[in-house]
Nanobody, 126 residues
Framework: QVQLVESGGGLVQAGGSLRLSCTAS????????LGWFRQAPGKEREFVAA????????YYADSVKGRFTISRENAKNTGYLQMNSPKPEDTARYYC???????????????????WGQGTQVTVSS
């Protein structure tokens, strides 16, 4: 059974930086794409960023493009989301997820991901 565990969340000031990590265990990591999503209270879960299995392809939501960077270290079974210049509207619980299918293109649809972590809270103060 694949397990994903997010870490690195917390309180950060607007304009600061924060790096989230997502560590996988119990299954194959290196041949599956990875995604980050977020959910704020009262809102639907939304796409943030995705990265292909090799790390060569990335895809970002317009709201975070140029500020956030997704990456991965397959040797460590770990993915990352570097959050630079966060804004108060980035406040949410952040989730990482693994693609359902190996060796396929990046996607923003949460329905294409089957394993999810428990999330880590990010709060951005103004």
């Amino acid at each position: 059974q694949v397990q994903l565990v997010e870490s690195g969340g917390g309180l950060v000031q607007a304009g600061g930086s924060l790096r989230l990590s997502c560590t996988a265990s119990g299954g194959t990591f290196s041949t599956y794409g990875l995604g980050w999503f977020r959910q704020a209270p009262g809102k639907e879960r939304e796409f943030v960023a995705a990265i292909g299995w090799s790390g060569r392809s990335t895809y970002y939501a317009d709201s975070v493009k140029g500020r956030f960077t997704i990456s991965r270290e397959n040797a460590k079974n770990t993915g990352y989301l570097q959050m630079n210049s966060p804004k108060p509207e980035d406040t949410a619980r952040y989730y990482c997820a693994r693609r359902k299918v190996q060796f396929v293109a990046v996607t923003r649809s949460l329905f294409d991901f089957d394993y999810w972590g428990q999330g880590t809270q990010v709060t951005v103060s103004s």
